[in-house]
């Protein structure tokens, strides 16, 4: 039995779906897009424990992932599992709840529950997701991963709705490029310290919320019309207000690259940054030219599409 799930970018309103954030700001909205890098987790009884990558099982106590998890739902008895996954390590991609996605999906059905409730999945996957943290955590990597596709996220009524867009034309007719930097980083502490500024009643951290929340109904406005210049008019004016929330979102690495492209490219952190991900968009951009002052920073260059699945059973 094999399950699978794909990352995300966070394409505007990130953060503000960190709890209370969501409730804080009142028209809070967060959008993002499935993409085709994915995690797959099979279960086997060739062993007990996990195995990463094609590498040696390990035991689940090992890992605090998986021990939270079968704390959670309890593990059934000699239970294996084999995970591989498309997703770089770190990347702000929304890996870890992609996997959490799938495990949850893969539990319920050796438990025989087929049902696959989609509600459910998010409740348990956000449950786990805070006791991971032990912070407070948000809920727009597991609704990506579990709906795949571009999704508009709200929180008008206490509990995030999705809703789905179509993807326009723009982003499919050209990959879209992921800069990657392998510095770790903690997207939990991030995050924790923009909710503590503002539950605190900082003035600037709540001015960049509201101002984040605005971009977003802009963005959702923009995506519905199939502006590619608007679009990218929407990702700078995102990229700048990140950076003004997390003013060290980008790495050297990263910021270099970013002011080498400033007026041509769009370069967005992935999750709460530090280290990840940044989507570089552009109407018109040098992939060749992209690739080789990526390559002059330190930055691994990712191509890649959206993914309309969600999480899926994948057995033959």
Same mark, same amino acid.
């Given at each position: 039995?094999?399950?699978?799930?794909?990352?995300?970018?966070?394409? $505007?309103?990130?953060?503000?779906?960190?709890?209370?954030? @969501?409730?804080?700001?009142?028209?809070?909205?967060?959008? /993002?897009? $499935?993409?085709?890098?994915?995690?797959?987790?099979?279960?086997?009884?060739?062993?007990?424990?996990?195995?990463?990558?094609?590498?040696?099982?390990?035991?689940?106590?090992?890992?605090?992932?998986?021990?939270?998890?079968?704390?959670?739902?309890?593990?059934?008895?000699?239970?294996?599992?084999?995970?591989?996954?498309?997703?770089?390590?770190?990347?702000?991609?929304?890996?870890?709840?992609?996997?959490?996605?799938?495990?949850?999906?893969?539990?319920?059905?050796?438990?025989?529950?087929?049902?696959?409730?989609?509600?459910?999945?998010?409740?348990?996957?956000?449950?786990?997701?805070?006791?991971?943290?032990?912070?407070?955590?948000?809920? =727009?990597? $597991?609704?990506?991963?579990?709906?795949?596709?571009?999704?508009?996220?709200?929180?008008?009524?206490?509990?995030?709705?999705?809703?789905?867009?179509?993807?326009?034309?723009?982003?499919?007719?050209?990959?879209?490029?992921?800069?990657?930097?392998?510095? =770790?980083?903690?997207?939990?502490? /991030? /995050?924790?310290?923009?909710?503590?500024?503002? @539950?605190?009643?900082?003035?600037?951290?709540?001015?960049? #919320?509201?101002?984040?929340?605005?971009?977003?109904?802009? #963005?959702?406005?923009?995506?519905?019309?199939?502006?590619?210049?608007?679009?990218?008019? +929407?990702?700078?004016?995102?990229?700048?207000?990140?950076?003004?929330? +997390?003013?060290?979102?980008?790495?050297?690495?990263?910021?270099?690259?970013?002011?080498?492209?400033?007026?041509?490219?769009? +370069?967005?952190? @992935?999750?709460?940054?530090?280290?990840?991900?940044?989507?570089?968009?552009?109407?018109?951009?040098?992939?060749?030219?992209?690739?080789?002052? $990526?390559?002059?920073?330190?930055?691994?260059?990712?191509?890649?599409?959206?993914?309309?699945?969600? +999480?899926?059973?994948?057995?033959?």
């Amino acid at each position: 039995m094999k399950f699978s799930a794909p990352a995300r970018i966070d394409l $505007a309103g990130g953060t503000l779906d960190v709890p209370p954030l @969501c409730f804080l700001v009142e028209h809070a909205k967060t959008l /993002n897009l $499935a993409i085709d890098l994915r995690v797959t987790i099979e279960a086997t009884r060739e062993w007990e424990g996990v195995a990463l990558d094609e590498g040696k099982p390990q035991p689940f106590a090992s890992m605090p992932l998986y021990e939270k998890a079968f704390a959670y739902f309890g593990a059934p008895e000699a239970l294996g599992l084999r995970v591989t996954s498309d997703i770089p390590r770190a990347s702000g991609l929304g890996g870890s709840s992609s996997l959490l996605v799938a495990l949850v999906n893969l539990v319920q059905s050796l438990e025989n529950d087929h049902s696959f409730d989609k509600h459910k999945v998010l409740k348990w996957v956000t449950v786990l997701e805070h006791r991971l943290l032990g912070k407070p955590a948000g809920t =727009q990597d $597991a609704i990506g991963a579990i709906h795949g596709g571009l999704s508009s996220i709200s929180y008008e009524l206490g509990m995030p709705t999705r809703q789905a867009l179509p993807v326009p034309a723009f982003l499919t007719e050209r990959p879209l490029i992921l800069a990657y930097s392998p510095i =770790q980083h903690h997207s939990g502490i /991030n /995050n924790w310290a923009v909710v503590k500024a503002a @539950c605190e009643g900082e003035a600037r951290t709540l001015r960049t #919320l509201h101002a984040l929340a605005d971009n977003a109904h802009d #963005l959702e406005s923009v995506l519905l019309s199939g502006d590619a210049r608007d679009f990218f008019a +929407c990702m700078q004016r995102e990229a700048a207000l990140r950076q003004e929330l +997390c003013p060290q979102i980008l790495t050297e690495d990263m910021a270099a690259f970013a002011t080498r492209f400033k007026d041509a490219l769009a +370069c967005k952190a @992935c999750g709460a940054g530090g280290g990840g991900c940044m989507l570089a968009y552009g109407p018109d951009y040098d992939l060749d030219e992209i690739k080789s002052t $990526a390559l002059e920073n330190n930055l691994q260059v990712f191509e890649v599409k959206p993914d309309m699945r969600g +999480c899926e059973r994948v057995d033959p």
